[in-house]
């Protein structure tokens, strides 16, 4: 099965592109820069990623989120709490439908610019609020 993988560069979604190296065809991988004091760190892992297994890696942009949405996590937020990562010191960290966001870009992306018809297949860390999201898109022809 083609595949276009959504990939931040954090451990999560590196294991999870990992994974769906090693079972399906990885035609793409897609970074969100939007807006998250992580971005600057985490982007060059997952081209870093992507060059070692010649997968083209594209980042897209979405400014509107940390000009829009109120999180911790984000550049225009407040300091991220200390401790453990736990509902109550962490709930200011959230970023409201990031990944329902993120996972409908690259959608909307794969159908027209892959051919592809999108399936959703969700790869997370049962330690984290937010799960990571690997998008599996089905080629067309798999389908006949």
């Given at each position: 099965?083609?595949?276009?993988?959504?990939?931040?560069?954090?451990?999560?979604?590196?294991?999870?592109?990992?994974?769906?190296?090693?079972?399906?065809?990885?035609?793409?991988?897609?970074?969100?820069?939007?807006?998250?004091?992580?971005?600057?760190?985490?982007?060059?892992?997952?081209?870093?990623?992507?060059?070692?297994?010649?997968?083209?890696?594209?980042?897209?942009?979405l400014d509107f989120v940390g000009e829009l949405f109120k999180s911790d996590l984000l550049k225009s937020g407040g300091a991220i709490p200390d401790g453990h990562?736990?509902?109550?010191?962490?709930?200011?960290?959230?970023?409201?439908?990031?990944?329902?966001?993120?996972?409908?870009?690259?959608?909307?992306?794969?159908?027209?610019?892959?051919?592809?018809?999108?399936?959703?297949?969700?790869?997370?860390?049962?330690?984290?609020?937010?799960?990571?999201?690997?998008?599996?898109?089905?080629?067309?022809?798999?389908?006949?």
């Amino acid at each position: 099965m083609k595949v276009v993988v959504l990939l931040s560069g954090g451990m999560d979604s590196v294991a999870a592109f990992y994974d769906a190296m090693s079972q399906h065809e990885v035609v793409a991988a897609i970074s969100f820069d939007y807006g998250a004091k992580h971005n600057h760190k985490e982007i060059p892992f997952a081209a870093y990623h992507c060059t070692k297994f010649s997968v083209e890696h594209r980042v897209i942009s979405l400014d509107f989120v940390g000009e829009l949405f109120k999180s911790d996590l984000l550049k225009s937020g407040g300091a991220i709490p200390d401790g453990h990562y736990e509902e109550q010191t962490m709930k200011s960290t959230v970023v409201p439908f990031r990944n329902g966001i993120m996972l409908s870009i690259a959608a909307g992306l794969a159908a027209p610019r892959f051919g592809l018809v999108t399936t959703a297949l969700f790869y997370g860390s049962a330690l984290a609020l937010s799960a990571l999201v690997t998008l599996a898109v089905e080629t067309l022809a798999a389908r006949r």
